[in-house]
């Protein structure tokens, strides 16, 4: 058993005793004046008088050293450190909660090794009946330990720990320590919170709330006021096809997160581990910029690229991972009649040419000089206002369509009723019908299927508004029953009309696709619509360029998201294939159900699919980049967090005040027996005691 102070230099103050000292010595009494007469005959005799100054009011005295003696060691913040264990000991165990963050951002500086540091300090302070947990967390939370008394034991876990990839979320650790508090028998409940309180983790509406009595002690190991840091959050790519070859545009995206600008800040792009551009950037404090490299041809085979910028404290995300493969775009052949004019396809094209996501490739032709070979590699053919070819050319593009390619048939002047022959009129979803002028200002589109994969991205507010266009002719056609029809016009015809055959899919649109029988092509929402078109006859799915950390893919879809189709049929098939991560870790992959649970990303960089003992390309390649949001790297006032969760009943604690390891513990003590609450008192009591003291004497002295 000991007595320690937290603040020893308050101790000084003890001098202060000096001033009732002086107060009580120097004090002389008043003697009451007595008139005399004349001294002229009393004769001057030399006397010598010695008096000692005395101290008569001994109990004002000792009231008033007492109670100076009592203010200066409640300011020095005393701790009998005996008596607080054992008060902690007679008062019940407590339940400790360690929550150590380990997202991506712990890994700026030394953040990671003052987190460590703290969550040792917290364990080692644990008493005879305290147990404790630790709890891992970043994008998810983790029990790294079960609730236990053995400090060498939860030693190891922490001891054990590395940051991970993944950003900062607070809201599942605090209700997972939540759950674990509830369910704990012990009287006393704390939770330590180990992290730099990132802004971009924490939701001010997340209901979570500790229980009632429990207190939460956040350490901050932020350090650095204004962090600086520089990342690549995002990579464009622009598929450029010129003279049948194929190139790449990559644009990177740059974020400044930091208080000064910079000059000269250099950016690389690599494909493949081979470097292939530099280029040179200024970005302001807290801006960002744009760099964009000179266009390249796209490499067969699948492709693994990134773009690199300098170094900082933070350098994990300074690199952008993606990958890259060949002939994404979707082909399309565009046939018109012989004497169509210039402007029958122009818009078609136009708005073709400069789709990105995906591109698409474009050949216009009339139909007199179609041939069997035009077929060969195509997505899509339209028949824009041109009659359905008869002989070899019909049967090809009915063994086109059945084969999975995609028809788009958009009807004009040129394309009624006789301009199909019947092995053309049996793939039309509808029969063509006769040419129809609409009164006055023209019809407008009154239904569109918003359900259908064409109109579903124009269903949310502001997306594309179509009843604007006005159709001033268009060609009525009978359907025999409602099914297959995507839109109409007011009067209930058909504008839009789909018919699957084979493999393949064919689509009737009921008037032209130029100016000449409407002004769709004037509208902002045609542009969007063509695209949709296309994507839709050519059966393209996008494949994703690159993941996020944390993000979860999806074993039975990987044909959609990451052109795995080699591995969907491998995983189908029964074969064994191994999913190989950027940390060389293997996770087996068996045959996908709809029952399983995706798969988590939760490293940075490529994961490769491949069969087991074979070398060589892998079957499908995954990018994985780190969370944007975790690089800004802007903190929150931890005392503000710990109030949200606990009421207002959090002790604050900064990770500077734990250099060595016993300062937590201490400090928690102090808080708990605060003796400085009792001194203070007591000194106020004294001093209102000497205060009727002193006035009762002052009386009796009159």
């Known amino acids: 058993m000991g007595l320690t102070f937290l603040v020893p230099a308050f101790l000084l103050g003890l001098g202060a005793l000096a001033v009732p000292i002086l107060l009580h010595l120097l004090q002389r009494e008043q003697k009451d004046a007595i008139p005399f007469p004349s001294l002229m005959f009393l004769q001057r005799v030399p006397h010598r008088s010695v008096r000692r100054q005395r101290i008569k009011h001994w109990l004002l005295f000792l009231i008033r050293c007492v109670a100076l003696a009592l203010i200066v060691l409640a300011f020095s913040r005393p701790l009998l450190e005996g008596v607080a264990t054992a008060a902690a000991e007679l008062g019940g165990g407590r339940e400790v909660i360690v929550l150590l963050d380990r997202s991506f951002s712990m890994r700026y500086a030394d953040r990671w090794e003052r987190a460590l540091r703290a969550a ?63 369910e704990s028998e012990l009287p006393r409940l704390e939770v330590v919170l180990i992290t730099d309180f990132q802004k971009s983790g924490w939701e001010a509406e997340q209901d979570v709330v500790l229980p009632e009595g429990a207190t939460l002690t956040p350490v901050d190991v932020s350090g650095t006021p204004q962090p600086s840091n520089v990342s690549v959050p995002s990579v464009s790519l622009r598929r450029i096809f010129r003279a049948g070859r194929e190139r790449v545009q990559v644009a990177a995206r740059l974020i400044n997160k930091g208080p000064d600008p910079l000059a000269e800040l250099d950016v690389s792009i690599e494909l493949n581990g081979q470097r292939l551009q530099t280029e040179t950037v200024g970005i302001d404090a807290n801006n960002s910029a744009t760099v964009t490299f000179v266009p390249f041809l796209v490499p067969e085979g699948i492709s693994t690229g990134l773009v690199r910028t300098g170094e900082d404290p933070l350098p994990l995300d300074n690199v952008f991972h993606f990958v890259l493969s060949p002939g994404e775009a979707v082909s399309v052949l565009v046939l018109e009649h012989s004497s169509a004019g210039e402007e029958q396809s122009l818009y078609v094209r136009r708005a073709l040419d400069i789709g990105i ?68 009129a049996n793939l039309l979803p509808v029969s063509a019908g006769t040419e129809v002028r609409s009164p006055d200002r023209g019809g407008t589109l009154s239904y569109l299927d918003y359900s259908h994969p064409i109109f579903e991205p124009f269903s949310a507010p502001r997306s594309g508004d179509f009843s604007s266009a006005r159709f001033f002719r268009y060609r009525v056609v009978s359907a025999p029953t409602a099914e297959g029809i995507l839109a109409r016009f007011d009067d209930g015809s058909v504008a839009l009309a789909e018919k699957k055959v084979g493999n393949g899919r064919v689509l009737l649109w009921t008037s032209t696709l130029d100016r000449f ?90 994961y490769e699919f491949r069969e087991p003992g074979v070398t060589g390309s892998p079957l499908a390649v995954v990018a994985v980049n780190l969370d944007p949001a975790e690089s800004d790297l802007t903190s929150i006032d931890p005392l503000e967090f710990a109030g949200a969760v606990t009421g207002g009943t959090a002790v604050a604690t900064t990770e500077a005040e734990l250099p060595d390891g016993a300062e937590l513990a201490t400090e928690e003590q102090e808080q708990r027996q605060r003796l400085w609450w009792y001194l203070l008192g007591s000194a106020m009591l004294l001093l209102v005691v000497e205060t009727a003291v002193s006035n009762r004497l002052s009386r009796r002295s009159r």
Not at 156 to 181: C, H, K, N, S
Not at 400 to 423: D, Q, Y
């Open 120 to 182: 040792r300090n917290a364990v080692d302070g644990l008493g005879t009946q305290d147990r404790a947990s630790v709890i891992f967390f970043a994008e998810d939370a983790q029990a790294a330990s079960r609730p236990t008394a053995d400090v060498a034991a939860l030693r190891a876990v922490i001891d054990g720990a590395e940051p991970g990839a993944g950003g900062t979320r607070y809201g599942p650790p605090l209700r997972l320590a939540q759950r674990i508090l509830q």
């Open 357 to 424: 996501r995906p591109a698409f490739q474009v050949d216009v032709k009339p139909l007199a000089r179609f041939r069997l070979e035009d077929t060969d590699g195509r997505s899509v053919i339209i028949l824009n206002d041109a009659p359905f070819p008869g002989g070899s050319a019909g049967a090809r593009f009915t063994e086109f369509v059945e084969n999975g390619g995609g028809l788009l048939v958009a009807l004009g002047r040129r394309s009624g009723t006789g301009a199909w022959s019947r092995g053309g």
């Open 517 to 606: 029988w409407n002004d769709l092509a004037l509208q902002p929402v045609f542009l969007p619509f063509v695209h949709q078109l296309a994507r839709y006859l050519g059966g393209y799915v996008e494949t994703r360029s690159w993941f996020t950390v944390g993000q979860a893919l999806d074993l039975t879809r990987l044909d959609e998201v990451v052109g795995g189709a080699e591995v969907q049929a491998a995983l189908h098939a029964g074969a064994d294939l191994v999913l190989e991560a950027p940390s060389g870790d293997r996770i087996r992959l068996a045959t996908p159900d709809e029952t399983d649970p995706p798969l988590t990303i939760a490293e940075q960089g490529v």
